[in-house]
């Protein structure tokens, strides 16, 4: 049996390049309008794109403001871990899960937390990142340009104009640039790319996909969701978004992940109608059976509890 977890939301409430992009001023910010437009982007299915990308896109303005990896590094050790989480990766070793984490996390950020969850880093698939490769690139002085620009966006009805801006910066200008060259090499563990190392995974180490369980949280999971559930695997949404509660079969909202469990064990004993069947009883309020269409009261269980465990970074894509 396989447990393939995403990382930031059911395993770490911190999203680390969040955090990161708050070392600098008006990070938080920049990094919010860059999210923004990873969603305008995966919304739209731009060709070649995909979710989570965020984490490529923020790139040129670490870049700009010398964050350095060893920053990276020193956000993600002040990272917490979500209850639950070492004990439910303790007992499903024990009970001979192999579990895996893969994750749009930088990889400085997801190796920390696999290390303190006892995952191998040979089952942890991230975004490999290191910000000192691109010093001294040329192409700096235009992410100096269009970071002013952003900043002057207003927050209601910007859509329009973060698409105009950035799509001129990121696919004309930059990448004429040594800078936008080499940003262009940087690959994100998102979207797409979940569901293939997932199939990876289960081809190296002799797995099937209809015996293994995912779990994630956010527009980047919804694809890997999708290919286990579609193929007779176990799809839990814990704590979702409206981009991800749809391609789920069953939905936690709380602020242990060790709620899981029971799910995993009936899972084990008798696949996934059985885990389906014990989330469908009407007394166990931290579990929903996710039908065709997501009504309004789990969206907002699901955004209540999200806010709990992962603070501001409830709010990103």
């Given at each position: 049996?396989?447990?393939?977890f995403?990382l930031e939301?059911?395993?770490s409430p ?20 860059i ?6 982007l ?6 070649g ?8 896109l923020?790139?040129?303005f ?5 964050i350095?990896?060893?920053?990276i ?15 439910l990766?303790s007992?499903?070793k ?9 994750s ?11 290390e ?9 698939a991230?975004?490999?990142?290191y ?5 001294g ?10 970071e002013?620009?952003i900043?002057e ?5 910007g ?6 801006i950035?799509?001129?910066f ?7 640039t040594?800078l936008g ?6 690959e ?5 790319r979940?569901?293939?190392v997932l199939r990876?995974?289960?081809k ?20 890997m969701?999708?290919e286990?559930?579609?193929?007779g695997?176990l ?11 749809p ?10 992940i060790y709620?899981?469990?029971p799910?995993f064990?009936?899972?084990s ?12 009883f009407?007394n166990n309020?931290k579990?929903?059976?996710i ?6 009261d789990l969206l ?8 709990l465990v992962?603070?501001e970074?409830?709010?990103?894509g």
């Amino acid at each position: 049996m396989q447990a393939f977890f995403d990382l930031e939301g059911p395993l770490s409430p911190q999203d680390n390049a969040y955090e990161v992009s708050g070392l600098i001023r008006n990070g938080y910010k920049i990094f919010e309008i860059i999210s923004r437009y990873d969603d305008i982007l995966t919304l739209e299915s731009r060709a070649g794109y995909e979710p989570g990308d965020t984490l490529k896109l923020i790139v040129p303005f670490l870049v700009y403001h010398n964050i350095t990896d060893n920053d990276i590094k020193s956000v993600s050790e002040k990272a917490k871990i979500v209850q639950g989480a070492k004990r439910l990766i303790s007992e499903l070793k024990t009970d001979n899960w192999n579990v895996y984490i893969i994750s749009t996390s930088y990889i400085q950020h997801a190796m920390n937390i696999a290390e303190k969850l006892e995952v191998k880093p040979e089952n942890v698939a991230c975004t490999e990142l290191y910000l000192e490769k691109f010093r001294g690139l040329e192409g700096i002085e235009l992410v100096a340009e269009v970071e002013g620009r952003i900043l002057e966006i207003p927050k209601k009805n910007g859509d329009d104009t973060i698409k105009e801006i950035l799509d001129s910066f990121f696919f004309k200008e930059f990448q004429k640039t040594e800078l936008g060259k080499a940003f262009n090499k940087i690959e994100v563990m998102g979207g797409t790319r979940k569901a293939t190392v997932l199939r990876e995974f289960l081809k190296r180490d002799g797995g099937e996909i209809k015996s293994s369980v995912a779990i994630g949280d956010s527009i980047t999971d919804y694809k890997m969701l999708r290919e286990v559930k579609q193929k007779g695997g176990l799809a839990i949404v814990f704590n979702g978004n409206s981009y991800s509660l749809p391609y789920g079969d069953i939905a936690v909202a709380s602020e242990s992940i060790y709620s899981l469990k029971p799910l995993f064990n009936a899972f084990s004993e008798g696949s996934k109608s059985k885990a389906v069947e014990i989330a469908g009883f009407k007394n166990n309020m931290k579990y929903d059976v996710i039908g065709k269409s997501i009504h309004n009261d789990l969206l907002e269980i699901h955004s209540k509890h999200r806010k709990l465990v992962r603070g501001e970074a409830w709010k990103l894509g």
